[in-house]
Structure formats: structure tokens, C-alpha cells
């Protein structure tokens, strides 16, 4: 339901938030313009283990769902979307695999088991793709019990495709998981992202049957695929003897430029990469079988493993410093207690690319028994899961750790705000500068303003009846003008943007592409004598869309006593009428000042750097019918947290010429930013394919907070500022739908 402040005939109202409060926002909260009823990924254990608990997962009108299946794998989409894919599947919507019907698909036969199925997640929702007989990947090159394919790893490719490893399996007397069953080389599947259409299947580069593509683990640089001999049928016997002692208990190491799973690998030798396959050194050789699943945490790399598969009842966690290792030992997890039966066991662990709500990793974990037993107790064939935390790097860090970000030398300085002055309304008459020309340049002047010491100001910038779109730049008038911008106009509405602008001598320069009005206004400034840094935060305070806050009479619920002011980010979300947003601290006049300009029916936010008032409050006003949804980013503190330091402006990322650097936790885009506390970003989101947001978060280690810092829609540019908080040397930026994405720097805090 709309909510529209103080009573529903007005259009225009004032909302009243406490900067402290208690964030309501749960897992599944929609971000702006989010996903519909079903939510993101991000489920946790509890909520998987509940999930797989009931047979059907999945289930269509047309088929049966998921009944049972082992060494399940999730593969990330850029829309948001999880494919899952699992050995042997059995469609299901009862704990009886036994009811086989060839009539259930034309021309079907008598089984309701692929040997590779898939599910597909949005969020808290699941859809069961293909059926039964059908295998998802590869049917076309299948002979069934004879010649197969299970599914490895793989990710989303340089050319934006999924790519995934098969492992082609081969039994001569056509019995298929059994002895004498073995792999012959690993296969390569792309898929398109979005319909899940298979447009290439072939043999990988590297034709070995060490199956290479077993792991796939990528950094900003490389994709490094690990490898497992998967001999589990070596032997006829019915004990650990039956695996391949040659070879599992060895995990072999290539890698390929990110995303690049075409070209010829490297193989790591023990002393460096090589380019013949046969020169390989085992990285890590342990137990009668080592399966290791890694995934890639900015400083260190994580592996899980179940050793020793199906006779063993642990799981270990290993971390690096980079890919080959060394590997070392951090946590175990035992598992043998939680076999499902006396002749069953757990095997295959899987580490999901996700974090869940706690920041945890999350394990899944295989489980079977007695062939005869199981097909008539479809529970002791599904998946169980488990979390731990991510392992702290140790030291060295090694290659795995992003090179420092350089800055300028300069005095480092802290955060003053002061309530909100409009410095600049070239609309109106009298005021430093006139409307800005097309090509044109204006000089405001600040220093009879600026106070002591200070090295950059705080604004907010406001385009509007621009004569088209183009950019708007600031910069101080004694540097060269930057290739970024720091608004991107529209001829079709007023757009606003934040910027923190280095002050130079005290004159800050305006450059547009095309003509326009320009609104500034001052927020604060950074001064080397004061002591305030920045605390970054991922807090949900109002939500006027699901009840969370509009209410005058918040009570405060625990703001820092030093925090001295906040950044938020505010986002308009489809507003009836075009108005303005005002934040400015509770208990002192609303100035005549803008920090958003709605634009009826579209979407936008904006960062506001904003005084604590009265009572550690932040008041709202809008001039129109609009729900607002505001997030806290950042706490500016007295005496603790980050300061400011200016860079020059510079393009950290541009997917249209760098390709998109996804990270597995969620698919978002990692941007090394060394040992930052948080980086002054502008967001640009272009070519976008549907409407859409984009959130700067910390994805190496915490999870996706369910906020957004610039909002889209189809066949877009917006540009909107974002405080980008760092974890693990890299920030993360993840899109809601695929987009391009351009992030600009401008300064750093530290």
C-alpha cells in the first residue's frame, strides 16, 4: 500500500527518522524496484535444509519436481536468477522413486531419472527445468547408463554466457554408475543466461581425464579451474578401496585469463605456470580422496572438502593465500553423525557461492545410500547443508591480495556538516553564474566561505531544463578538468547527484555538454583539523512501501552519542507528482534546498550527507505524493572511523571495455580497492536491459544487505554517488538486472 505522510488527502508531508534505528529489514526485504514476491538468493542453511526436506521441489502442472538427486552445484545469472544442477536426478513429488512411467513425456522411457537435472532459484522460489529422461545438458550425445555427463563447476564467461564443465562418464558394459564406470575428459556446455539454451557443447581445452573444471574459482585476473580424478568405480569392491588411490587423493591446478574457459590453460608446475599439461604438480595431495570446492574471498581462497567422499565423516575447511597454495587447515565440521542411515553415507561437498544473512558460507552436502533403499525412501537421496564462517587471511597475503590504492599526497581530513545552504539557483536571477551554455564553463567561488583548513566541500548538484543529455562536471578551476562526471542530465526531467569536490584554491569549476540550469547546494566540508570519520553501516530505516517507518513520533533507538551526522541514501520510488526531497536536521527550519527531485513515475535516489538534529533525528519532507525508502550508509563519529583524502578522478571499472568482473557471492562486480575503508564512487549504470538497481556493498564478506544506491530503467543511463565500503581489499557493485556498469572514483577514506 502507498503511503503518503500525515493523511491521505495531502501532497506533501514531513517524516520524521531516528538515525539509530534498529534495521526491520529481513532477507527477502525487496530493494527498490526489486524482485517480485520470491525474493533474492541468499538462503541459509535452516532455510535450505527445510527446502529439500519435502520431496517436489520445483514441480510444474507439466512435471514432477525434484524427488532426489546427489553433488548438487549452483551456477549465479546476472538477472538473479540460480541454476542448480545435480547428478542423476529423479523427478519426484513423492519419497517413491520408484514410479517409472514412460508415458509421462512423448516418447519417453522408463525412467524418471536424467543423469543431469536442474532447478532454477529465484529467491525463495524454485522451478524444476526439463524431465524426466531428458537429460538437461548433453542428451543429444547420450547413451543412456552407458555414455553420460555430470555436471561440474563453471561461471559466467567473458562473453556473458554460463559456461559449465561436464565430466563425460563412460561405462562399456552399459551399467551406468558403477564399476567399471570412469571419466573420459571433461566437456564444456554454454548456455545462454537468461532462456537457459544450451548453444555449445564440445570436449574442454585440456582433453585429460584429470577433469579440470571439477573447481572453477575466479579473481579479478584468472579463472582457475582445479581438478578431480573422479575414479570412484576403480575397484569391485564395496569399501574405500573401490576409488582410484593413483589419483583422487590428488587435486591438480590450471588456469585460463578470467572468463576466457576456451583458451589453452597454464598448469601449475610447483615453481611457476606452464603451458604443457604434463609438466602439473599436485597442489594439495591428502587422504584416499580430496574433492576440494574453492571459492575466492579477495585475500584468501577457501576450499571445502568431504575426505575420503562416501567413507569418510568429516568436512575441512582450507584456506590460501593464492590459488596453488599453501593450503592450510582451519575448521572441520563432523559430519558422520548425520548420515541418514546405518548404511548410508554423505559425500560431495559443495561451497554455494553465496553468503547467507550472517555473512556465513554455506555448504551443501550429498547423501545416498543402498541403491534399492533409497529409490523407495527418496529422503536419504537429497541434500543436507551447512555453514561456517569465512576463514580470516593469513598472512602473507601473497597474490591473492589487491595492490594498495595510491592516492595523492595530502592531508587526510574529517567530516563537518552544516545544515544545508543553496549556494546556487541559476534559474533565479542574481546568482554567481547564469545557465551553463552548451560547452560552457562556470567558476563558483568559495573561499570567503570556506573554514580553516578545509580541503573539499560537500554538494549536491541539481541539472535541470537541460536542452538534452550529456554531463556535468566539478572540479577545482586549478586542475586540468577530469574524463568523469558528476551528473548525467536528462532533457526530460531534473536530475540530481551528490559529489564531494576538491576545493583547490577555493574555486570550484562547472563544465556541461549541453545547456542547462544548475542547483547547488552545500552540505559540508572536509577540514584537516576536524576529527569526525566515517563508520560505514548497511542499515533499511524506512520503508514507507512495507510500513517500515512514516511515522512522526519515532522514538530514538540508540544513535552513537558521537555520531555527529549520517549519509543516506534516499530514493524517491514512484512518485504520483515531480516535487523535490529535503533532508535536514530535526529541530532546526527546513531550508529552501533540495536533496532528490521526483520525477513522476520514476525511480531514483539519491546520497545525502546530512546532520544529526535534535534527539539524533533526520527530517524528511517531500513536496509530492511519493513513498521513500532510506538507507543508512554511513555514521560520521568524533574522534573514530575514516578519513577523507581527495584523488584525482579516475575510472576504476568499465564493463563495456573491461568486461564484467563477477564475483561467485551473488554475481556482483569486485573493484580492488587495497586496504580502503571505503571509496567516494560514482555509479553509472548504462546499456541497462531492464529496470533495475545497482547496490555497492562489501560481497567478499557479508551478504547482499537488501539496499540500492542508483535505480534504472530499461535502455538507461543514470549516474548516482555511492559510499563504496571495502572488504577483503575489493568493493562489490551488484546489478539487479545485466547491465553495464562504469565506476568512477574521486576520493578515498582511509
Not at 587423493?249 to 604443457?276: C, Q
Not at 563558483?444 to 535541470?464: F, H, I
Request: proline share 7%; glycine share 10%; net charge negative.
Amino acid at each position: 500500500m502507498r503511503t503518503q505522510f500525515w493523511r491521505a488527502v495531502t501532497v506533501a508531508g514531513l517524516l520524521v527518522l531516528a538515525v539509530g534505528a534498529t534495521s526491520l529489514a529481513t532477507p527477502f526485504i525487496a530493494a527498490v524496484e526489486a524482485a517480485p514476491s520470491c525474493g533474492r538468493g541468499t538462503l541459509d542453511e535452516a532455510q535450505l535444509d527445510a527446502l529439500f526436506a519435502a520431496p517436489g521441489v520445483g514441480a510444474t502442472d507439466a512435471n514432477q519436481g525434484f524427488g532426489g538427486g546427489d553433488y548438487p552445484h549452483a551456477y549465479p545469472l546476472p538477472d538473479g536468477r540460480v541454476l542448480w544442477m545435480f547428478q542423476d536426478l529423479h523427478f519426484s513429488n513423492d519419497e517413491n522413486l520408484r514410479n517409472d512411467n514412460a508415458t509421462d513425456v512423448a516418447n519417453g522411457t522408463a525412467t524418471n531419472a536424467v543423469h543431469n537435472g536442474a532447478i532454477v532459484q529465484q529467491g525463495t522460489c524454485f522451478t524444476v527445468q526439463g524431465s524426466r529422461g531428458r537429460d538437461f545438458i548433453g542428451d543429444a550425445e547420450t547413451i543412456d547408463s552407458r555414455t553420460w555427463f555430470w555436471p561440474l563447476d563453471g561461471e559466467i564467461g567473458y562473453d556473458g554466457n554460463l559456461w559449465i564443465f561436464m565430466a563425460e562418464m563412460h561405462n562399456p558394459n552399459g551399467a551406468g554408475a558403477t564399476y567399471p564406470a570412469a571419466p573420459v575428459r571433461s566437456w564444456l556446455a554454454i548456455l545462454d543466461p537468461v532462456t537457459l539454451r544450451q548453444l555449445y557443447f564440445a570436449p574442454a581445452t585440456d582433453t585429460s581425464s584429470r577433469l579440470y573444471g571439477w573447481s572453477v574459482v575466479s579473481t579479478d585476473r584468472y579463472s582457475y579451474l582445479y581438478s578431480h580424478c573422479y575414479r570412484q568405480y576403480a575397484n569391485a569392491v564395496g569399501s574405500i578401496g573401490q576409488f582410484d588411490a593413483s589419483c583422487m587423493p590428488h587435486t591438480y591446478l590450471a588456469r585460463v585469463p578470467r572468463g576466457h574457459f576456451d583458451a589453452p590453460p597454464e598448469y601449475w608446475t610447483g615453481a611457476g605456470w606452464s603451458t604443457s599439461g604434463g609438466a602439473a604438480t599436485a597442489v594439495v595431495s591428502r587422504n584416499v580422496a580430496n574433492p576440494m570446492s574453492v571459492q575466492w574471498f579477495g585475500d584468501t581462497f577457501v576450499s571445502v572438502t568431504k575426505q575420503n567422499e562416501w567413507w569418510g565423516s568429516v568436512i575441512t575447511i582450507d584456506r590460501a593465500a593464492a590459488a596453488q597454495g599453501p593450503w592450510q587447515t582451519v575448521q572441520t565440521i563432523a559430519v558422520g553423525q548425520d548420515m541418514k542411515c546405518g548404511t548410508c553415507g554423505n559425500y560431495g561437498a559443495f561451497l554455494m557461492p553465496w553468503l547467507d544473512a550472517q555473512g556465513r558460507m554455506v555448504i551443501a552436502l550429498s547423501s545416498g545410500g543402498n541403491f534399492d533403499l533409497w529409490r523407495s525412501n527418496a529422503w536419504l537421496y537429497r541434500p543436507t547443508f551447512y555453514s561456517a564462517p569465512v576463514p580470516a587471511a593469513s598472512p602473507p597475503f601473497g597474490a591473492a591480495t589487491p595492490p594498495a590504492f595510491t592516492t595523492p599526497p595530502g592531508a587526510s581530513a574529517g567530516f563537518v556538516p552544516v545544515d544545508p545552504v543553496r549556494l546556487v539557483d541559476t534559474r533565479e536571477a542574481g546568482q554567481p553564474f547564469t545557465t551553463l551554455p552548451a560547452g560552457g564553463r562556470a567558476v563558483l567561488d568559495l573561499r570567503a566561505l570556506a573554514p580553516a583548513g578545509a580541503t573539499s566541500v560537500a554538494l549536491n548538484l541539481t541539472a535541470d531544463r537541460s536542452a538534452g543529455p550529456g554531463f556535468v562536471r566539478a572540479y577545482p578551476c586549478v586542475a586540468d578538468e577530469p574524463t568523469t562526471s558528476n551528473l548525467n542530465p536528462s532533457a526530460a526531467a531534473a536530475v540530481t547527484n551528490a559529489a564531494i569536490v576538491p576545493l583547490g584554491d577555493g574555486r570550484i569549476c562547472f563544465t556541461t555538454l549541453a545547456a542547462t540550469d544548475l542547483i547547488v547546494d552545500l552540505n559540508g566540508w572536509l577540514t584537516t583539523g576536524s576529527s569526525v570519520g566515517l563508520v560505514p553501516t548497511a542499515e533499511r530505516l524506512v520503508d514507507t512501501r512495507s510500513g517500515l517507518g512514516g511515522s512522526p513520533r519515532l522514538a530514538s533507538l540508540g544513535a552513537s552519542s558521537s555520531t555527529t551526522a549520517v549519509a543516506l541514501s534516499i530514493t524517491a520510488v514512484d512518485p504520483s507528482t515531480s516535487g523535490f526531497v529535503t533532508a535536514w536536521p530535526c529541530g532546526t527550519p527546513r531550508p529552501t534546498v533540495s536533496n532528490l527531485n521526483p520525477v513522476t513515475g520514476i525511480t531514483r535516489p539519491n546520497l545525502v550527507n546530512v546532520r544529526v538534529g535534535a534527539g539524533g533525528r533526520v527530517c524528511l519532507f517531500t513536496s509530492g505524493e511519493t513513498d521513500l525508502v532510506v538507507d543508512k550508509v554511513a555514521e560520521y563519529r568524533v574522534g573514530s572511523g575514516a578519513r577523507y583524502t581527495a584523488v584525482t578522478p579516475q575510472r576504476l571499472l568499465d564493463t563495456r571495455v573491461d568486461g564484467h568482473r563477477y564475483h561467485a557471492s551473488n554475481l556482483a562486480d569486485v573493484v580492488p580497492l587495497g586496504e580502503l575503508v571505503a571509496a567516494q564512487v560514482n555509479l553509472t549504470a548504462t546499456e541497462t536491459s531492464a529496470a533495475g538497481f545497482l547496490t555497492a556493498y562489501p560481497c567478499l564478506g557479508s551478504p547482499w544487505p537488501g539496499t540500492s544506491n542508483a535505480n534504472f530503467g530499461a535502455a538507461d543511463t543514470t549516474a548516482s554517488a555511492a559510499l563504496m565500503a571495502s572488504s577483503r581489499g575489493y568493493g562489490c557493485v551488484f546489478s539487479m538486472v545485466p547491465t553495464q556498469l562504469v565506476v568512477d572514483i574521486s576520493g578515498v577514506w582511509r
